[in-house]
């Protein structure tokens, strides 16, 4: 490990000797011109709203992009030529990478059977003598300390199959039942989630997480006035994120007293992420995202899920409802 340190150490002072480069040359004699900069950034944004167009609002965001293209190219043919880099420069910075590269290959990437997810070879040997010791055994203790493990590794396909085992012996185990409704919460199943963390938070009234998730649960199912009991068991148990759970409980009680149906929908389903104004949280900012100016797109990436976001079956109704508050936003 340390041969890869020095060696990224290495790569770093190349690049910044290269960086450093301009500083010892002949000062331009007229600042740059920052017309080219706003083309690239107005050609970022036509491209964005691009890939979520249709029909001929697609065709018409594509023709300008190549107006963009052109533009930019016509700007840089005034432009000096590009900065060419040295034989030597060039060849020590790719055998710099090269060597990089053998490093970090020899000591992080996996390569214990059936690893996916797990980076770090020690932790997945750790977490390979956990499953080799629960087959042994047997023992519910023993499947629980693998689960918990993968689990904490964010190994979460491994982590469902060792709280299963658990409940198979102990159908009540607090930590097993729990950690399956959170499961089933982050997979896009609240209503499923609830069973189980109900009989999680009955079981250890004073534990924080399972109070957060049936709440999250609740909300998400449009619940917003079960889900601030839920919340407000957290703090009374001494849940650590106290003032982000105070927001989430002010935004439930501001859905119950909304009257605007499109508010009431982003209320129960998208602000726990987004956050309650659009201005983003563990989902990204809505208010002012070039994406909302695309119905289509944003209808899809709800009703059908993208990336960390779950799919949100909306009706019809409530679906329009919701893009009409979006797009005023």
């Keep these: 490990m340390t041969l890869a340190y020095l060696l990224l150490a290495l790569l770093l002072l190349l690049a910044l000797a290269y960086a450093l480069g301009p500083f010892r040359s002949r000062p331009e004699p007229f600042p740059k011109s920052p017309r080219p900069e706003e083309l690239k950034a107005e050609l970022e944004v036509v491209k964005t709203l691009a890939k979520e167009a249709l029909g001929e609002e697609r065709k018409r965001l594509l023709a300008q992009a190549v107006r963009l293209e052109r533009q930019l190219a016509e700007l840089g043919q005034d432009s000096p030529p590009p900065r060419r880099l040295s034989p030597a420069l060039l060849g020590g ?33 750790r977490l390979g003598e956990l499953e080799r010791q629960a087959e042994r055994s047997g023992k519910a203790a023993d499947w629980l ?28 185990n607090p930590q097993a039942v729990r950690r399956i409704g959170v499961l089933l919460f982050m997979s896009g199943r609240p209503a499923e989630a609830v069973q189980a963390l109900q009989i999680a938070v009955q079981a250890e009234p004073d534990e924080p997480e399972g109070w957060l ?38 935004t439930a009680r501001s859905q119950l007293a909304s009257e605007d149906q499109g508010q009431r929908v982003y209320l129960a389903h998208c602000a726990a992420c987004h956050g309650a104004e659009a201005q983003g949280g563990s989902g990204p900012r809505l208010r002012g995202n070039p994406v909302l100016r695309v119905p289509e797109a944003v209808r899809e990436i709800v009703l059908k899920g993208r990336g960390q976001m779950p799919a949100v079956p909306l009706g019809e109704g409530e679906m329009e409802a919701l893009l009409a508050y979006l797009k005023g936003l």
């Design 213 to 250: 998730f049936l709440g999250n649960a609740y909300f998400q199912l449009g619940r917003p006035a079960q889900a601030i009991v839920a919340w407000e068991g957290y703090l009374k148990a001494g849940g650590e994120a106290r003032a982000q759970v105070e927001n989430l409980i002010a």
């Design 93 to 125: 910075a790719a055998l710099g990478l090269l060597l990089l590269g053998a490093g970090l290959w020899a000591y992080t990437v996996p390569r214990l059977p059936g690893e996916t997810i797990i980076t770090s070879r020690n932790e997945a040997r």
């Design 145 to 172: 300390a693998y689960a918990n493990e993968a689990y904490a590794l964010q190994d979460f396909e491994r982590a469902v199959r060792g709280y299963l085992r658990v409940i198979e012996q102990e159908p009540r």
